[in-house]
């Protein structure tokens, strides 16, 4: 392949169906349609909703990307999709497509790591003057269903799961929160809306995981099950004396206790490790505090911190279709059709069921 691949990526792991079209390192096409309105009527994701709404929407949005890549399906180069991690029911219909597109046009597959494929957004950020990705970095991924911190020696071969949340993610304990104070769903925005004018330092909320008899196995690992029955508790007690929930102080203390236990651990990983580099990712990464604090605090550890646009932080087939172009680039055999939806699919691997070479004709 003498001219940068030109890949199509199908993401489907949770509640966005994203279809990405990239030329190498350059994105063409970028769309995404969200189940978000149709969960927020349970007050959060629902993996068999989320399936059905993969399915309505696979089609439409695919024609769409291509539209505005301004391509066809047989100038494609390559397919790529999400194997894992995810739910196993929304993953298996991005998997079907992909296959099915793969086997259709005679197009080589690669299956890949969607948490790996968070990283591989800030590839497509840049134009021709942006400093490239420098390895080693620290990735901080922070999503509805993933909150993680990663050491990325190189995007294509080695990449290390540092720690990752033992129950809640972040995303989901804005959700849970939000619902506490009656504020709809999805709960970040919500939350970040109520926190204006609300006193982030009025109640102390505790930080999970962040104690010294932590530190020793869990340095780099989150918790905010604890965070969020601590909000509740308060909650509960500032009713029971017949007072009014002080909802802006609320919002604003809980946030600041999720934002100052991500910036804290992922710093502390840059210092442990040596890396001057922190790349923020993921879609909790659009609370403007969270951005705000990470900037500051780096600037004072002297670490450089990158964040990919916000249209490419959250799930998207972009990211998937951008790594697949960094493995082909690096001399990656495509997978054979031997996989399956990997809804705990370890960070290490990065591609799944790649050909042997004896397989490649």
């Known amino acids: 392949m003498t001219t940068a691949p030109l890949v199509l990526g199908i993401e489907t792991s949770c509640d966005e169906t994203g279809i990405g079209i990239v030329r190498g390192r350059t994105l063409l096409s970028n769309t995404i349609?969200?189940?978000?309105?149709?969960?927020?009527?349970?007050?959060?994701?629902?993996?068999?909703?989320?399936?059905?709404?993969?399915?309505?929407?696979?089609?439409?949005?695919?024609?769409?990307?291509?539209?505005?890549?301004?391509?066809?399906?047989?100038?494609?180069?390559?397919?790529?999709?999400?194997?894992?991690?995810?739910?196993?029911?929304?993953?298996?219909?991005?998997?079907?497509?992909?296959?099915?597109?793969?086997?259709?046009?005679?197009?080589?597959?690669?299956?890949?790591?969607?948490?790996?494929?968070?990283?591989?957004?800030?590839?497509?950020?840049g134009d021709a003057e942006s400093a490239p990705l420098e390895y080693p970095t620290i990735a901080l991924l922070v999503s509805g269903g993933h909150t993680s911190l990663l050491h990325v020696r190189d995007l294509t071969t080695d990449v290390e799961m540092l720690g990752e949340t033992m129950d809640d993610a972040a995303g989901e304990a804005f959700d849970k929160v939000a619902r506490l104070l009656g504020l709809p769903y999805p709960g970040g925005p919500e939350i970040d809306r109520a926190a204006v004018g609300g006193d982030p330092q009025a109640i102390r909320f505790p930080r999970g995981l962040s104690r010294a008899s932590d530190m020793a196995k869990h340095r780099y690992d989150f918790s905010f099950s604890?965070?969020?029955?601590?909000?509740?508790?308060?909650?509960?007690?500032?009713?029971?004396?017949?007072?009014?929930?002080?909802?802006?102080?609320?919002?604003?203390?809980?946030?600041?206790?999720?934002?100052?236990?991500?910036?804290?651990?992922?710093?502390?990983?840059?210092?442990?490790?040596?890396?001057?580099?922190?790349?923020?990712?993921?879609?909790?990464?659009?609370?403007?505090?969270?951005?705000?604090?990470?900037?500051?605090?780096?600037?004072?550890?002297?670490?450089?911190?990158?964040?990919?646009?916000?249209?490419?932080?959250?799930?998207?087939?972009?990211?998937?279709?951008?790594?697949?172009?960094?493995?082909?680039?690096?001399?990656?055999?495509?997978?054979?059709?031997?996989?399956?939806?990997?809804?705990?699919l370890p960070v290490t691997e990065i591609q799944v069921a790649e050909r042997d070479a004896v397989d490649v004709g």
């Open 33 to 125: 349609a969200s189940s978000m309105d149709e969960h927020a009527r349970y007050g959060g994701v629902v993996p068999e909703v989320a399936a059905r709404a993969h399915l309505e929407a696979l089609q439409p949005s695919i024609e769409q990307a291509l539209a505005e890549a301004q391509v066809r399906l047989e100038d494609l180069d390559a397919i790529a999709v999400t194997s894992g991690p995810g739910l196993a029911g929304a993953l298996m219909v991005g998997i079907g497509a992909a296959k099915g597109l793969a086997a259709a046009l005679d197009k080589p597959l690669y299956a890949v790591n969607h948490l790996v494929g968070h990283i591989a957004a800030d590839i497509l950020a």
């Open 226 to 344: 604890g965070l969020k029955t601590a909000v509740a508790r308060w909650v509960e007690q500032q009713e029971a004396t017949g007072e009014p929930v002080p909802v802006a102080d609320v919002a604003a203390s809980f946030r600041e206790a999720v934002v100052d236990v991500l910036v804290t651990k992922a710093l502390a990983a840059c210092k442990d490790l040596g890396v001057p580099r922190l790349l923020l990712g993921g879609g909790v990464i659009a609370n403007r505090r969270l951005r705000d604090v990470a900037l500051e605090r780096a600037a004072e550890a002297g670490v450089s911190v990158r964040i990919p646009p916000l249209s490419l932080c959250t799930d998207n087939g972009a990211m998937i279709a951008g790594l697949a172009a960094e493995l082909i680039a690096s001399g990656r055999r495509p997978s054979t059709l031997a996989f399956g939806a990997d809804s705990t």
